[in-house]
């Protein structure tokens, strides 16, 4: 898996960094991580709408 371009946020940076946990890992662990990672950027999307 190639490295995710940085977005200049890093909130989203971070929760994309997630992403590269996937790399190798047992389809077990995909859905916590893809929940997290989505639970992360809903919560980025939040925080913009409370500015």
Do not use: I, S
Not at 21 to 37: I, P
Request: aromatic share 2%; proline share 6%.
């Amino acid at each position: 898996m190639t490295e995710p371009t940085p977005t200049g946020h890093p909130a989203v940076d971070a929760a994309l960094a997630r992403l590269e946990e996937l790399d190798g890992a047992e389809t077990g662990v995909h859905v916590a991580v893809y929940e997290d990672v989505h639970q992360r950027l809903a919560d980025t999307l939040a925080a913009l709408d409370d500015q």
